[in-house]
């Protein structure tokens, strides 16, 4: 779940099977951290039926080692980055990811073209 932390995006993955939260910071402070348990509470008093029973008490683990934003306006990117490399479950070495910091405009043109794809399909139909 993407999450706005004050000015600053980060990411919240529920691992349901091992009973925990991994958050994904491209941005490491403990002001960002420190809002994430009213928000798993909120979570489990809204998603009843798509949470189990329990949310709150598991640990939410900070994912170490990963990629830093060297600005202020990344984040999103970042946040968008994380869910790509979560959802392909498939296993990383965040240092292979080092790069990223200098390939913002690259993704950022990604996702632009993505999205205009995306868009321009929807509108032929």
């Known amino acids: ?28 402070s403990k002001r960002h ?3 994430l348990p009213g928000l798993v509470k909120l979570l489990n008093e809204e998603e009843t039926k798509a ?5 709150e008490d ?7 080692a990963l990629p830093q934003q060297e600005n202020e306006d990344d984040c999103g990117v970042f946040v968008l980055k994380f869910m790509e490399v979560v959802l392909s479950n498939e296993p990383i070495s965040w240092n ?3 790069s990223w910091p200098a390939e913002m405009a690259k993704f950022r043109a990604k996702i632009a ?7 321009s399909e929807i509108s032929s139909h």
């Open 51 to 55: 949470l189990p029973s329990g949310i």
């Open 113 to 119: 073209a993505d999205l205009l794809a995306t868009f």
């Open 1 to 28: 779940m993407p999450c706005h932390l004050t000015n600053h995006w980060a990411l919240l993955v529920c691992r349901i099977k091992e009973l925990k939260w991994e958050f994904y910071d491209s941005m490491k």
């Open 58 to 64: 598991w640990p939410i683990v900070e994912v170490a």
């Open 33 to 35: 951290r420190s809002g």
């Open 96 to 98: 292979e990811c080092s």
